[in-house]
């Protein structure tokens, strides 16, 4: 037994030590907040100064103010046009890819359906081809002269035409190819609705007497529709601020979103000057709208939090029977159309010198040569190092903001918290085009080090990333019981020691996952890049970009299969090192 | 020792504002066990946290040991990291990504406390727990008893002015519990820490107690030894949470020393109570177990005849319902062996010195 002396022999423990006087909370959340405010809030003013400034002028240069850019953005007809161009084709892409969403999440979730894992990763392995990629394979593909499926609809007898029968440089086009590229995540969005949601409710219904069919249109989706809305409203927002889709299709057959409009101001075509000013204005229009969205979507996400019931529950499964080999059927064609097809046409027209339409004489002509080529570009060996710098300063940096910004949100209770849970949440409202615009003004608008420069492209994209590195990170520490970074405190660890030693390593698992999303978005990432790029800071994405522009469009394939293995390479590392966390 | 002084504490959320706190003062003098005792949402959780710094309190005054670690007036708020205390939370908070030891050692670390020394105290603390060979063990690998002999160990390694313990035992199960309670108990004394104990268990806050502290409503209702507060408390809402109650409703008649007589529909009563103005509406208050059931009259003692209108069998005892004849009722446990049956006539007999006097 131990006597009193063993527990009183401490008593030299120093409870407070005079360099810890500071308590650093309070300042941490302040530092936080002016990072966050720095990089959503300051661009987006000299972006809005510029709006009121004359054709050649940067925003604080001295000079007169005009009103012109909103007389020609509001008077001109084509602002129109661009009004309907934008909204048909988000509208559309919108019913196509939510319609695909909800049938497979509700397959994957709530039938019987057999292979469900599979199809689980089918559905969202798309998403490893970046959307530039995707819309050039389609060319490949659907292009009205040259286009491998329309080569083969003309073999069928009256279409024996020498253009079409399909054109993908047509809003049509470019609806088809962005509603399928929203399938994946669209569906991640859906299934988790589905799994969340108490299975109790629709046993309650089954108990009733109701059929089970009955159940899914009476009870499921109804319950559903909060979480379908949410979805709907977030990529709303993403469709009219996409850029890839609509830049690689619509800006050569002169059909115009804002997205690309704004890209197009400051990057005209022959020789022209770019218009800030103009450009600005047209972002001012597309935040408006989008910040409208956002505003819709964070009250209902609000209002409507998904409370996670226990796990392991098994919901009752609709019964397919023979429809289940139908349900087989539409898998797989949509992987065909979403990855095998785009992916074979690009890796094919990699291996050929041109362009060539697959065929069995074809595969003897095949060849490394547009790969050797790259290797010997210096350009392309710049932009594979740049693009790694960028995907991990970018990951870290967004993660690490969002650190900060997620336990503040969760835990602290400071007024100032509120108002950094709304600007961290602001950026799901401000394009990207706009905010790579906004940077580039704000750079420009003073001397520094950064313009030009992979950084500045980074702070771009960790502006834009923000918003969802916290939400990820808000949810990891909704997970870590307050109880233990408490202890830590009444432990005697000052804020940082209890950041260091016991909130990191336990939301580790939500920083890292956080991480390679924002890690493997940047990579792959070509909107800010390409409005911020400098000789010195390409990237691989702006010089797939460029060559594609070239006409170079075997190495341009090339470069952007080499692409694709960066990205799952990076999230391969990241995975890796998770699973190395979990080990304790 | 700490002192606690017109704490006061509310929380505001868009739909309402909660005091927490209205208000309370009390004392924990060097080496005892004081427990605040209460249902849920009476604020003794967030008294606890005030004392450790997690909450701060609205106003007030938090003193322990010599240093003032909060006051309103001197605008004074010592965050947790330098107030000398050791916390043992509901949930353990033992961090599962470190081992035993690196838990028991964390309350060491960056402290300059050397190396040698810490592998002294962390060993000498988890001996006083009983975990010593369980050091190395990755943490998530511990049973619930251990986990929370952990949390102890940790909270007890460097050595604070005040042990806080935040319902410690309410994530075990009952009889883990029963032995856990006598074993913290025994770790107190035998350490002579000076402790605050929060839970809403009125037996386990009797077990392990010097004084307990009863909180309704951000308000401490009453405080006295477990012995006191459980047969003699001052007020009827302390009366009915500590356990069965009778009470029969009366008027204060006068007060004679330390008993108070009391007019009841039973008859004229003296009991013991103090400090009660004449007048008052008053209940004479007993607990079951102090009244006795017999089936003839007693010849020497008064008694109360009735009937038995319903029979609980409790195991150890049996509860009897008993209606008196002038229409009140009453509780009264007794032995088994003694049989009650429905209906029965019987007579009560109340020892008048079991009795006190309670008011609302």
């Known amino acids: 037994m131990v006597g009193r002396e063993a527990v009183l022999a401490l008593r030299d423990i120093a409870w407070r030590a005079p360099f ?187 108990v009733a007497g109701k059929s089970g069919l009955a159940t899914v249109s009476r009870i499921t989706l109804p319950l559903m529709r909060p979480a379908m809305l949410a979805a709907l409203l977030y990529f709303f927002i993403r469709a009219i601020e996409v850029f890839e889709v609509p830049g690689v299709l619509g800006l050569n057959a002169g059909i115009h979103v804002f997205s690309t409009r704004i890209y197009w101001s400051v990057h005209p075509a022959a020789g022209g000057l770019p218009d800030y000013g103009l450009a600005s204005t047209f972002s001012l229009i597309l935040v408006a709208v989008s910040a409208f969205s956002v505003w819709l979507y964070y009250r209902l996400t609000r209002k409507t939090y998904v409370t996670v019931t226990g796990k392991g529950f098994r919901p009752q499964r609709v019964r397919l029977g023979r429809m289940k080999y139908l349900a087989g059927l539409l898998f797989l064609a949509y992987f065909a159309v979403t990855l095998v097809l785009p992916f074979f046409v690009l890796l094919w027209t990699s291996l050929h010198k041109f362009y060539l339409p697959p065929s069995w004489e074809g595969l003897r002509s095949m060849t490394l040569a547009s790969y050797g080529e790259l290797l010997k570009d210096p350009g392309v060996i710049l932009a594979a190092f740049n693009t790694i710098l960028l995907a991990l300063l970018t990951g870290t940096m967004t993660m690490l903001i969002a650190l900060f910004v997620g336990w503040f949100v969760v835990r602290s209770r400071y007024r100032l918290t509120r108002a ?104 792959r990432e070509l909107t800010a890049a390409l409005m911020l790029f400098s000789p010195s800071s390409v990237v691989v994405s702006t010089k797939v970009w460029a060559l594609w522009e070239q006409g170079r469009v075997s190495v341009a394939s090339a470069l952007g299969v080499v692409l694709m293995m960066m990205l799952i390479l990076i999230s391969w590392a990241g995975r890796s090192a998770m699973t190395r966390m979990r080990a304790f | 020792m700490v002192e606690v002084s ?175 309670r006598l074993e913290i108990r025994e770790l107190q004394k035998r350490s002579g820490i000076t402790a605050i104990y929060v839970t809403h268990d009125q037996e386990e806050a009797m077990a392990v107690s010097d004084q307990i502290l009863f909180m309704v409503d951000g308000e401490i209702v009453e405080g006295g030894p477990p012995q006191e507060i459980y047969r003699k408390p001052q007020k009827k809402l302390t009366a009915e949470f500590f356990g069965e109650a009778n009470f029969v409703r009366g008027r204060i008649k006068a007060q004679e020393g330390d008993r108070v007589v009391v007019e009841t529909p039973l008859g004229t009563l003296s009991c013991a109570g103090q400090n009660k103005s004449v007048g008052q509406e008053a209940y004479v208050f007993f607990r079951p177990e102090d009244a006795e059931v017999v089936r003839e009259p007693p010849c020497r003692r008064a008694s109360l005849p009735g009937h038995v209108a319903r029979v609980t069998f409790l195991g150890k005892t049996v509860e009897c319902l008993l209606e008196l004849e002038n229409g009140v009722t009453l509780k009264a446990s007794v032995h088994p062996k003694f049989r009650p049956r429905q209906a029965e006539t019987v007579h009560l007999v109340v020892n008048p010195d079991a009795c006190s006097v309670v008011t609302d």
Request: with cysteine.
């Open chain 1, 20 to 206: 810890k006087r500071v308590n650093w909370g309070p300042v941490v959340l302040a530092l936080t907040s002016a990072v966050v405010l720095y990089l959503v809030l300051v661009p987006l003013v000299v972006a809005l100064v510029a709006t009121f400034r004359e054709h050649g002028y940067l925003p604080f240069e001295p000079g007169p103010l005009t009103f012109r850019n909103y007389a020609y953005v509001f008077l001109d007809a084509t602002t129109w046009t661009l009004m309907v161009n934008t909204g048909l084709f988000a509208a559309g892409s919108l019913v196509l890819g939510m319609a695909f969403a909800i049938l497979f999440g509700w397959l994957v979730e709530r039938s019987d359906m057999p292979l469900r894992n599979l199809t689980f990763a089918l559905v969202i392995a798309p998403m490893i081809i970046p959307g530039m990629m995707v819309a050039i394979a389609w060319i490949f593909l659907l292009d009205p002269r040259i286009g491998l499926i329309n080569l083969m609809l003309r073999w069928i007898p009256g279409w024996e035409t020498d253009r079409g029968p399909l054109d993908i440089y047509t809003l049509g086009g470019m609806i088809f190819v962005e509603g399928f590229r929203m399938v994946p995540t669209m569906f991640l969005m859906i299934s988790a609705a589905f799994r969340n949601m108490d299975p109790s409710l629709e046993e309650a219904s089954r």
């Open chain 1, 420 to 523: 950094l849970d709304l600007f961290a949440f602001l950026p799901h409202a401000l394009p990207t085009v706009v905010i790579a615009l906004a940077v580039m003004l704000l750079y420009l608008s003073f001397p520094n080090p950064i313009y030009g420069t992979i950084v500045a492209i980074s702070i771009a994209l960790t502006t834009s990333y923000i918003a969802y590195g916290s939400r990820v990170m808000i949810a990891g520490f909704h997970q870590i019981h307050p109880e233990l970074e408490e202890a830590s405190r009444v432990s005697g660890a000052n804020f940082f020691r209890t950041f260091w030693r016991v909130l990191l390593p336990l939301s580790a698992p939500a920083f890292i996952n956080g991480w390679i999303w924002v890690a493997v978005h940047a990579g």
């Open chain 2, 6 to 180: 017109l704490l006061r504490k509310q929380f505001s959320t868009e739909q309402e504002t909660v005091k927490a706190l209205r208000g309370i003062s009390f004392s924990v003098p060097e080496g005892q066990l004081v427990t605040l005792l209460g249902p849920s949402g009476c604020g003794k959780t967030t008294t606890l946290r005030c004392v450790a710094g997690l909450e701060r309190p609205d106003s007030g005054m938090i003193r322990i040991g010599e240093r003032v670690v909060y006051s309103s007036e001197s605008k004074q708020f010592d965050p947790p990291e330098w107030r000398p205390v050791g916390m043992v939370f509901q949930s353990y908070a033992i961090w599962p990504h470190m081992t035993v030891f690196d838990n028991v050692a964390y309350p060491l670390r960056g402290r300059g406390v050397g190396k040698t020394r810490i592998v002294q105290e962390v060993h000498r603390v988890l001996s006083l727990v009983g975990l010593a060979e369980l050091a190395d063990r990755p943490s998530p690998q511990l049973s619930g008893g251990q986990q929370q002999r952990v949390a102890v160990a940790r909270a007890l390694v460097a050595n604070p002015s005040v042990l806080l313990l935040d319902e410690p035992l309410s994530n075990l199960d009952a009889k883990l519990r029963q032995h856990m």
